[in-house]
């Protein structure tokens, strides 16, 4: 016979999201659980242990950095709401960061007068449109919950007329945010233009362990519950109301209210007999996923001429192309981080690290035998880092004789860890802003809800806790 046990709010996954929302209502008293089905938390932004290190996934950076006292900002609002001190969270602002495109780069940092002067000296013409743009999205409402959609490349065509800049400045933020080939939504390029360039990156000296270990110690402080290897099978309606949720162990559980941060469409499928998701092309699945490899060397980068940059956007021709490759990767294009490259102080990494993020096809990996597939790991590997050395100084060394690990993850990887359709790392394109679904007290928090990096999704955590829960209650 199964258990059954009730809480006022049931939390369906615990990444950043669900943890942040599940911190928020704890706070105010409410009986809360969260119920992940890994043996980790942090879903997209976690870590984990091979051969004695310890790897970050996703977390390249954190974006929405400001230095202290700055008020009014994603991250000031993050603070406050999870009651966390900002000196707790250790943030070390990046040196600098690049776009680069053949022939050509921008060069910024967490100061955006960097950025706007390299536009300036690299794109004379455009500066006046530029600035425009960039008070255009200093006054749009980028968090309203009822906005309508707009093609970002649209509205930029209104102010910049060279089509190489809008591809370079789209570049950084499709790669850390954008669920949609080949465009934005306007509204998603204002949160990520504001997040990157107007705010900046910054990284915890330990990494994405740091932040989560914060967010489990609030939550357990907070006073609430976590179930994790206990995922939810599928839920159970009772007319427009989630009734029950039947966990993978057999029990059963009910609640009041219901968050799910595991995706739109990947939530859809727990309590709908006939799917609409292949009818209505609103609930379309995202197809973008990446692969990421990690080089680890015996010591810092900084000792050949690697240690200036700590992010570079690369792109090999003037039209980015952001979609899903037929390939099992693109390689024209990508993402390198120096995760040694931030300012620590004093403090140093023990060794040095080099990953690299290329968009990739999750069809192309999904079904590999698992000798076929650790075989195509590795050619992708050196093809992902010849590809992304073309944009580094090139010292003379040989990068195998300093290299002490190495490993990759792939979307099959990504789906595996997160539940999302087709290693989705953003999603589904459409996203549901006011986190409302077809079932009364069932919302939806994080990746689908539709605020972006990790800032956003803790924030879209708390903000779907207030809204549909905290201030519904009053």
Not at 133 to 143: A, E, G, N, Q, S
Request: charged residues 25%.
């Amino acid at each position: 016979m199964s258990n059954t046990e009730h809480y006022d709010v049931a939390i369906i996954g615990a990444g950043m999201s669900g943890l942040a929302a599940g911190i928020r209502l704890a706070h105010f008293g409410k009986n809360v659980c969260i119920f992940e089905r890994h043996n980790a938390v942090g879903g997209l932004n976690s870590f984990y242990s091979f051969n004695g290190r310890k790897y970050d996934v996703g977390l390249h950076a954190m974006t929405n950095y400001v230095p202290p006292g700055v008020k009014g900002t994603p991250l000031g609002k993050l603070l406050r709401q999870l009651r966390i001190k900002r000196e707790e969270l250790d943030l070390c602002s990046q040196k600098h960061s690049r776009i680069a495109f053949p022939g050509i780069d921008l060069t910024f940092s967490n100061e955006y007068a960097l950025l706007e002067s390299q536009v300036a000296e690299k794109f004379p013409s455009q500066i006046d449109g530029f600035q425009r743009l960039i008070k255009k999205i200093k006054t749009f409402d980028d968090v309203a919950l009822e906005i309508e959609e707009v093609s970002a490349r649209e509205m930029i065509a209104g102010y910049l007329s060279d089509p190489l800049l809008v591809e370079m400045l789209l570049c950084p933020l499709m790669f850390y945010g954008s669920a949609r080939e080949q465009d934005m939504d306007f509204s998603q390029f204002v949160i990520m233009a504001k997040s990157i360039y107007l705010e900046g990156f910054a990284r915890p000296y330990e990494g994405v362990r740091h932040v989560i270990r914060i967010l489990l110690e609030k939550y357990r402080q907070a006073g609430g519950k976590r179930k994790m290897k206990c995922g939810v099978h599928k839920i159970q309606k009772e007319g427009n109301r989630v009734g029950r949720l039947q966990l993978d162990t057999g029990d059963e559980v009910t609640a009041d209210h219901i968050i799910s941060s595991i995706g739109s469409i990947e939530t859809e499928k727990l309590y709908q007999e006939d799917t609409t998701i292949q009818k209505d092309p609103q609930m379309a699945p995202g197809v973008l996923s990446f692969v990421e490899t990690i080089t680890v060397f015996d010591h810092s980068p900084e000792t050949f001429a690697w240690g200036d940059e700590t992010i570079v956007f690369f792109n090999d021709s003037d039209k980015f192309t952001y979609a899903c490759p037929t390939a099992e990767v693109d390689p024209r294009s990508g993402v390198i981080c120096f995760p040694n490259n931030f300012e620590y102080g004093s403090r140093e990494l023990a060794e040095g690290f080099l990953r690299v993020t290329c968009l990739a096809n999750y069809d192309q990996w999904a079904n590999l035998p698992e000798n076929v597939y650790q075989e195509t790991k590795r050619k992708w590997f050196d093809q992902v880092v010849k590809s992304a050395a073309r944009f580094l100084p090139q010292p003379q060394l040989d990068l195998e004789k300093i290299t002490v690990a190495t490993d990759m993850f792939t979307p099959r990887t990504i789906h595996k860890f997160t539940g999302h359709l087709n290693g989705a790392v953003y999603g589904a394109p459409n996203k549901i802003k006011n986190g409302k679904t077809s079932l009364e007290n069932l919302y939806l928090c994080g990746t689908d809800q539709g605020f972006l990096g990790i800032v956003g999704s803790m924030l879209s955590g708390i903000s779907m806790a207030n809204f549909h829960i905290l201030q519904a209650g009053k």
